[in-house]
């Protein structure tokens, strides 16, 4: 949990040297995602979950194995027929899927989140009852 922090902070000072040295493209890039690069750290998972949900190879394999599926189609009538279609490939792809490393401490994911959005909701309330509050006082 407390690993998060410190890598925006390496990041930001990553982006700054960026900038310096004449890269503001980039910097900028880097600093526009810097805080969904650790919202899988900052959830507090075990190391194996975290390992497997911190990368992209979930849906690569779904999105790989739905193309390879599909390859041979060339003419689609509309979207209707796409969407059904790649759905029926994920559904066939899905039965060839491995176990998430970590699978036993999903229940972890599920109960972080919510304290996660609860903790989100809980900040946006307070954010929008203040103004309520100040102006009330006013009257």
Known sequence: ME?????????????????RGGWSS??????EGLEELFTVQAL??????????????LLDAAHSG???LLRRVSTWRDGAMAERW?????????????KVHG??????????LKAWRSRRD??????????LASTSAAA
């Open 44 to 57: 507090g998972l075990p190391r194996e979950l975290r390992r497997c949900l911190a990368t992209t190879n």
């Open 26 to 31: 980039a910097a900028g890039s880097l600093r």
């Open 86 to 98: 790649v759905a029926a490939a994920m559904v066939e792809t899905e039965k060839h899927f491995k």
């Open 122 to 131: 809980a900040d946006a309330g307070a954010l929008s009852a203040a103004p």
């Open 103 to 112: 699978y036993k401490q999903l229940w972890m994911l599920e109960s972080n």
């Open 66 to 68: 739905t193309r390879g």
């Open 3 to 19: 690993e998060a922090p410190k890598g925006i902070e390496k990041l930001r000072q990553y982006a700054a040297d960026l900038e």
